[in-house]
């Protein structure tokens, strides 16, 4: 018999990007109900969820979440006087999302934190591999003439910490950073991570060439 997940109310911030584990995320924050979530965020606690929207958006409610997302915790803030925000924050966990409160007046939801498994001694090797292919990328993507972070990145000494920073660099799409997200087993999200971004560099490599 399995012990029930501890489920605990969250703040929550869907938005049209993905947050990960060990990413940081600015935000300017301009609509009423996130005003109001920064302000209690800044009171109690500096933490709330992010979650990816599936369809609608950011802007007005009526969206639909995906239901994995990450902790987001605050480490700057500034209020502006006309009641905006521009905060400073850094992904700390994944969580599950098990229960959609009543928007009141910004959204929350009753969530669990998802265990997280380190990489075994084969699955840090494959760290290479992962730098190897996200630098190509993001070369490439630089080489376009498009933003991008600068391939000459520094990781974290910790290979899990050092996979997820990989992951938020890499030049993958909202959707595909969720697949990320949704995967539990470290080795097996670094495999994906190597895929996905090597596909990314071979499409712009295509492109670069003229096809």
């Known amino acids: 018999m399995t012990d029930a997940p501890v489920l605990t109310p969250l703040p929550m911030f869907p938005l049209g990007t993905v947050l990960l584990p060990h990413a940081v995320l600015p935000l300017h924050i301009f609509e009423?109900?996130?005003?109001?979530?920064?302000r209690d965020c800044m009171s109690s606690g500096l933490e709330f969820g992010v979650v990816l929207i599936e369809r609608g958006s950011e802007v007005g409610g009526g969206d639909t979440r995906f239901g994995v997302g990450t902790v987001a915790h605050i480490t700057e803030a500034t209020e502006f006087p006309d009641g905006r925000w521009a905060l400073l924050t850094v992904g700390r966990r994944r969580l599950r999302v098990a229960t959609w409160l009543p928007d009141d007046p910004y959204p929350v939801a009753l969530v669990e934190t998802l265990p997280e498994r380190r990489l075994d001694?084969?699955?840090?090797?494959?760290i290479d591999d992962a730098i190897r292919v996200v630098r190509r990328a993001l070369a490439l993507k630089a080489e376009m003439g498009e933003a991008a972070p600068s391939s000459r990145f520094e990781l974290d000494d910790d290979p899990d910490v050092a996979a997820w920073q990989l992951a938020a660099l890499a030049p993958l799409g909202p959707v595909d950073g969720q697949r990320l997200l949704e995967v539990d087993d470290p080795a097996e999200r670094l495999r994906m991570l190597v895929g996905l971004a090597s596909e990314a560099g071979d499409l712009l490599a295509y492109r670069l060439s003229g096809g």
């Open 32 to 38: 009423p109900r996130y005003r109001a979530l920064a």
């Open 121 to 126: 001694e084969r699955g840090a090797l494959a």
